[in-house]
């Protein structure tokens, strides 16, 4: 979850990531921000999120990105 | 005679009342409806006495715009949709340029209506839509109409970073929509799943092919395309058949080699135009849609959207790029050398066009007008305004039209004139690397080399161009990006993409 808070904070910095809630539907994190979202988780957990995990909901807050992360590291 | 746009949106409401117009994410909305809130806030704006004046639109993407801009026109003055998502200084800009007779804007906008200077009046969209349709009053409009009144300006960025509207008629539309519709069999059955916002060109296309045939205008909603699975159920649920998208918007799709989990089952065509198609994108596609329709359409705001379009009709490497093809029907395109003279075939040259697919010009702005909506240079026996592209082209050996680059952003490093284009085609066929962006410093007289993929790639890049390109076309650096920064049209931002690589 740490992690996840700094490659977060890299991405775009001055965000109370702890609290949100709509980091998307908020539009609080642009398309830019994700792609590299997604790129980052990818190489730091050696995970693969495919278009069928990249949905708004799995983004949303820090604690959905923990979840779909963890999810496919099990795999 | 179809004088305007209303003429033939009246005819497709005659034929098909009951026809979806537009839909967006939350809801469609029939032809007879869209015609019925048109004329009611045309009715709204007309009560003002304002004619062939601009009124601007400043609203959310989404099912109310196609209303307004049609309101505007039944009004009979020309719309101007602005970009609500444009930083203020830029809206104040236009407005500046525009000083409009009226601004129809949604609720959620009243603060940044307020703040404008000047006298307008203030059109809150949903109050408009409940006025009283006012017959006679928009008949009266209707018949001091002509064909050459403008019916709306698109604003484009300009070098300079001062935004110029391109002032576009009535007429413009009719001849280019014509084209369209017969060139792509455009019909009452098409289905259109639009991504352009409305204030970019290319959204005019799909807009008024469909208002003139009674097709579908589906808009897709911006945040699908960072969310592909969205997109393709979105697709499905309207039955989308044909889309015209800028190239990036397509390139989603083999970023995340979407298609290995789900597909779009309707479409039929897939137009693209807006920058360079890479042939990577397109053998994607082919591979899972080999039958399908594949158009390269080519053109500026200033000819309306397209003057020069090529339907893929063979195999291309990852490594060529597509012809831009012929010209439109009831489109002239010259390839001028520096003095103004035609050059031959294979050699490269400026675009020009002429034909009633070129705009009247830049609203308020005669000199940057006089600059390039220009006589002839071949003859100056007649007025014939011709439009200066300001894109390198040449003929191929087929007699396709190339597409080269801008004049503007040609390189000329060590003695040699450059296309970055040719630098940028090499790279994107690399395996890895989604795009490839060539910059040039003028400062240090460097080639910098940005490409969208892992930073690993550099070695294999550095071989590539040893391999394909001559020296003095070898970048000096390379500087990978997650993704590129883009503009709200979603086509690369080259200005942006410099600042950035410079400033590193």
Not at chain 2, 203 to 220: E, H, N, P, R
Not at chain 2, 466 to 471: A, D, G, I, S, V
């Amino acid at each position: 979850m740490e992690r996840i808070y700094e490659i977060l904070s890299t991405i775009k910095p001055g965000v109370d990531y702890e609290n949100a809630e709509n980091l998307v539907d908020g539009k609080i994190l642009t398309s830019l921000n994700i792609a590299r979202l997604v790129a980052m988780l990818n190489d730091e957990f050696d995970i693969e999120i495919t278009p069928i995990h990249l949905i708004p909901e799995n983004f949303n807050s820090v604690k959905s990105i923990y979840k779909l992360v963890t999810m496919l590291d099990g795999e | 005679m179809n004088k305007t746009i209303l003429d033939y949106f009246e005819k497709t409401v005659n034929s098909y009342p009951q026809n979806i117009a537009v839909g967006d994410n939350d809801c469609e909305i029939t032809y007879n409806q869209l015609q019925k809130k048109a004329q009611a806030i045309g009715t709204a704006i007309a009560k003002n006495d304002s004619l062939r004046s601009p009124i601007a639109i400043l609203m959310k993407r989404g099912r109310n715009i196609p209303a307004a801009m049609l309101g505007a026109l039944y009004s009979g003055n020309f719309y101007v949709v602005l970009d609500c998502e444009s930083p203020i200084g830029r809206i104040s800009k236009i407005m500046d340029i525009l000083s409009p007779a009226a601004v129809i804007y949604e609720s959620e906008f009243n603060e940044i209506v307020n703040n404008f200077k000047g006298a307008f009046i203030k059109i809150d969209f949903e109050n408009s839509t409940k006025t009283q349709i006012d017959n006679k009053l928009l008949k009266n409009i209707r018949s001091q109409l002509l064909s050459t009144d403008p019916a709306y300006s698109i604003f484009t960025s300009g070098s300079t970073g001062s935004p110029k509207g391109v002032l576009i008629t009535h007429l413009n539309v009719i001849s280019y929509i014509d084209w369209f519709i017969n060139c792509f069999k455009i019909d009452e059955k098409t289905v259109f799943g639009s991504q352009t916002p409305l204030y970019f060109s290319m959204s005019v296309t799909d807009l008024f092919a469909s208002f003139f045939k009674g097709s579908a205008y589906q808009m897709i909603p911006k945040e699908y395309f960072t969310f592909p699975v969205k997109l393709v159920e979105f697709m499905n649920e309207r039955k989308v058949n044909t889309i015209y998208w800028v190239p990036s918007a397509l390139g989603m799709a083999v970023k995340f080699d979407l298609f290995k989990y789900c597909k779009p089952k309707y479409l039929e065509k897939v137009m693209f135009a807006g920058e360079v198609m890479p042939v990577k994108y397109l053998n994607y596609w082919k591979r899972y849609f080999p039958y399908l329709l594949y158009a390269n359409l080519f053109g500026p705001t200033e000819t309306t959207d397209i003057c020069a379009y090529y339907i893929v009709d063979r195999e291309f490497l990852d490594s060529q790029t597509l012809p831009i093809g012929v010209p439109c029907s009831n489109s002239r395109l010259f390839v001028f050398d520096e003095k103004g003279c035609e050059v031959s075939n294979g050699v490269e040259g400026e675009l020009y066009v002429s034909g009633p697919f070129v705009a009247s010009g830049y609203y308020r702005n005669k000199v940057k007008t006089n600059e390039v909506f220009v006589q002839n240079p071949l003859h100056n026996k007649f007025p014939e305004i011709v439009y200066k592209t300001g894109d390198l082209v040449r003929k191929n050996k087929k007699g396709e039209l190339e597409y080269l680059g801008r004049k503007d952003f040609q390189i000329k490093h060590m003695g040699y004139r450059i296309e970055s284009g040719e630098i940028e085609s090499a790279f994107s066929a690399v395996n890895g690397v989604e795009l490839a962006v060539c910059i040039y410093n003028s400062e240090d007289d460097k080639l910098i080399l940005a490409y969208e993929g892992n930073e690993k790639l550099i070695n294999t890049l550095k071989v590539t161009a040893e391999k394909l390109l001559p020296q003095y076309m070898r970048p000096h650096k390379y500087e990978a990006f997650d993704e590129f920064p883009k503009n709200a049209n979603g086509k690369i931002d080259r200005k942006l993409l410099k600042k950035i690589i410079l400033e590193k």
